[in-house]
């Protein structure tokens, strides 16, 4: 039961510690994780940007050389000189443009470097054209297919003479070029890369080839793209996350991307350039920090366990001997009942013999004291016969009060010492106790005491008085033989596990056959001054302390008495 609580204990100690330890790792992993997006972010955000700033440039650049010939008369005229003059500027940028050409106010291109084939095309309903119909700007069209199958945006600046319109001045540039030169280069980590969208929201641009040209909503379903990419059309810059669905080795993969995105400003339109990263990138950032922190974590727990086990032990061993104390207490308590108990339960036998013991010095002390009565009658009463009666009756009084004395002794309800008792020790301090009777009466003692013997929890004044009176009555009953033969041996043993046995063995005249209880009665004695109580109190003492208390015939000569005392709880050796 108490291994079970114990259990339980422990148990709910390690599930609290490793819980705090959990919450502790994830607010620092979460902290962390946060800190990593930050930074990709700002990352991802200069890539962005720089993008976004060498496009405009790009645009700004062109826009100008442009505007500079819109002003030029020879192209507002669009004659020899004009048309020498716009093929020269496409062959020394032949890298970076197309084509160039003059569009005429009615929307029919006049010239185009190095494509004369589109000559004569009517781009007057074309978007960007009617725009700058419109607002005499320069205007970007959006990507499209050219004749010769480039992907193409083409930038006009308008030509004007006055406030006339008199068409335009472009240039058709290779987006895919362009595109290289200012996003393929944006790399982010292992999965991050820049793709850019159109105003209406045509992919202008990403690392798969397949997709430019077509709507963005048209590749990339996912709905969480629509919010980031809503913010994207409105020509806004921030951060936001989506997922995106990949298929791979048939299974299909959902990866959370975190993303920058910026606005290019063309003039009349934009396009916005976003770059994102897969959340691995930000994972392997953080994987060693991860690993450092569990590898932390664990310690802390394993600490932490370990502290708390000891408290928790500690607290139970205090909580235990707080109930051992209790329960010993209890015991002492109980046991002492028991003793009186078996002493009151002694009374009542007693009682017959005990009527019978002190009305013998009674009625002897007042037949002595009529006599004396008798005598004092006498006109010269006999002092000497009187001297005799009086000592008589002092005699049969200190009788009758000893009888009196050693009932009272017993029957009191002394406390009882339960004390921790080491048996051999017993031994040694009775046969020290009575050395000297022993010298005078010529007995030899000896002693077979065995080692290590179990402490027990006893009385030891009492159980002296049962060893004294063992000894005495032995002493006692070897009297009459041979000093040689006075031989008493005391033996302690360990009887099986839990009851140790004192021996107390004679060379005396023995007990007759039949009597080995009668010894025990009260009041029966074979000796001439013996009150024939020894016995039986040490049998209620013994008992009190749940023993047993027997006599033996010894097989050579004499008697023999078996002291049983059971080993108590605690049990330790001495
Ligand atoms: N070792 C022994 N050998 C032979 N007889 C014994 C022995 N011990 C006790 N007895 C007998 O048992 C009787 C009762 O002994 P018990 O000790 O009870 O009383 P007691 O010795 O006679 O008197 P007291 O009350 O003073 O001890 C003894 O008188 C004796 O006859
Ligand atoms: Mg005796």
Redesign the pocket.
């Known amino acids: 039961m108490l291994n079970t609580n114990r259990k339980i204990i422990f148990i709910s100690l390690a599930i609290a510690i490793a819980a705090a330890c959990v919450f502790v790792f994830e607010g620092i992993y979460q902290e962390a994780k946060s800190a990593a997006i930050t930074k990709l972010n700002q990352q991802q955000a200069i890539y962005a940007r720089q993008a976004a700033r060498g496009l405009e440039e790009f645009f700004a650049t062109w826009t100008r050389n442009l505007n500079v010939l819109s002003g030029m008369n020879a192209i507002i005229a669009d004659d020899r000189e004009g048309k020498a003059i716009l093929k020269l500027l496409y062959e020394t940028n032949e890298v970076r443009i197309t084509e160039i050409f003059r569009v005429d106010e009615k929307g029919v291109i006049r010239d185009d470097f190095p494509d004369s084939d589109a000559v004569g095309l009517d781009i007057s309903h074309r978007k960007h054209f009617i725009a700058m119909l419109r607002d005499h700007k320069p205007t970007v069209s959006e990507a499209f297919r050219s004749i010769e199958g480039v992907d193409s945006v083409a930038l006009h600046v308008p030509v004007l003479q006055g406030t006339e319109f008199k068409g335009s001045v472009g240039i058709l540039i290779d987006f895919n070029s362009l595109a290289k030169r200012y996003l393929d280069v944006i790399k982010v980590g292992e999965t991050g890369y820049a793709w850019m969208i159109s105003r209406e929201g045509t992919t202008l641009y990403t690392p798969v080839p397949d997709f430019i040209g077509k709507s963005l909503s048209a590749v990339e379903k996912d709905a969480s793209l629509s919010a980031l990419v809503n913010a994207m059309l409105q020509g806004r810059e921030g951060t936001g996350e989506y997922t995106s669905q990949r298929i791979r080795d048939q299974h299909v993969n959902t990866i959370r991307k975190y993303a920058v995105y910026f606005p290019v400003r063309l003039g009349n339109t934009f396009w916005s350039i976003c770059v994102a990263s897969s959340e691995q990138d930000v994972f392997a950032d953080l994987t060693t920090f991860r690993n450092k922190l569990a590898v932390t974590m664990s310690i802390f727990f394993f600490i932490g366990a370990a502290l708390s086990t000891l408290g928790a032990r500690a607290w139970l061993i205090a909580k235990e001997q707080e109930k051992n104390a209790r329960s010993e207490l209890e015991i002492a308590r109980q046991r002492h009942q028991l003793a009186h108990l078996s002493r009151v339960n002694m009374l009542g036998e007693l009682s017959g013999s005990l009527v019978h013991e002190l009305s013998q010095p009674l009625t002897a002390i007042l037949s002595n004291a009529h006599a004396a009565q008798l005598l004092l009658e006498h006109s010269e009463p006999d002092l000497n016969q009187l001297r005799d009666i009086l000592g008589d009756i002092t005699a049969d009084d200190e009788r009758a009060g000893e009888v009196i004395r050693r009932l009272r002794q017993l029957l009191k309800r002394g406390e009882v010492q339960f004390q921790p008792l080491r048996v051999n020790e017993l031994v040694e301090e009775v046969l020290k106790l009575l050395r000297s009777e022993l010298l005078d009466r010529g007995v030899t003692v000896q002693t077979k005491l065995a080692p290590k013997l179990p402490v027990l929890q006893a009385d030891r004044v009492q159980l002296q008085q049962v060893l004294i009176?063992l000894v005495t009555?032995?002493c006692?009953?070897m009297a009459d033989m041979p000093r040689a033969a006075r031989a008493l041996t005391v033996r302690t043993e360990l009887d099986g596990d839990d009851v140790v046995l004192i021996s107390v063995c004679?060379a005396?005249?023995?007990?007759a056959e039949g009597k080995l209880e009668q010894?025990f009665e009260p009041f029966?004695?074979?000796?001439a001054n013996?009150?024939?109580?020894?016995?039986?109190i040490s049998r209620t003492i013994v008992n009190a302390h749940g023993g047993r208390l027997r006599a033996e015939h010894n097989p050579v000569r004499?008697?023999m008495?078996h002291l049983m005392l059971p080993v108590s709880p605690p049990r330790t050796t001495q």
């Open positions: 009176n009555n032995a006692d009953a004679d005396g005249t023995g007990i010894v029966f004695s074979s000796k013996g009150m024939g109580l020894g016995l039986s004499g008697a008495f």
